[in-house]
Nanobody, 115 residues
């Protein structure tokens, strides 16, 4: 059962931009805390950005000022706008929804930043 579907990844040049989208079907979307994580080869999964049901956001220090997370509850979608991309942003980006003890992940979308 697919619960989250990410899109928008791809190959982008150094300094470029991408916008990732994650659709989470269901009537409770507005109640979920939604997050974007990333995992690079040989590295642990790390939090990139999170937005709660009230719209409060939090970012990893490495992306502050460059990435923006937002949500559209009418579309059951969370976005990650990524600007000024760096080589170290290359990773699989995964979407997560969380409420209480319930958590689910998407399959991820690859972002590759080339020089």
């Amino acid at each position: 059962q697919v619960q989250l579907v990410e899109s928008g990844g791809g190959l982008v040049q150094l300094g470029g931009s991408l916008r990732l989208s994650c659709v989470a079907p269901g009537s409770l979307f507005r109640l979920y805390t939604m997050g974007w994580y990333r995992q690079a080869p040989g590295k642990q999964r790390e939090l990139v950005a999170v937005i709660d049901s009230a719209g409060s956001t939090n970012y990893a220090d490495s992306v502050k000022g460059r990435f923006t997370i937002s949500r559209d509850n009418a579309k059951n979608t969370v976005y990650l706008q990524m600007n000024s991309l760096k080589a170290e942003d290359t990773a699989v980006y995964l979407c997560n929804k969380n409420i209480g003890s319930l958590s689910a992940w998407g399959q991820g979308t690859q972002v590759t930043v080339s020089s």
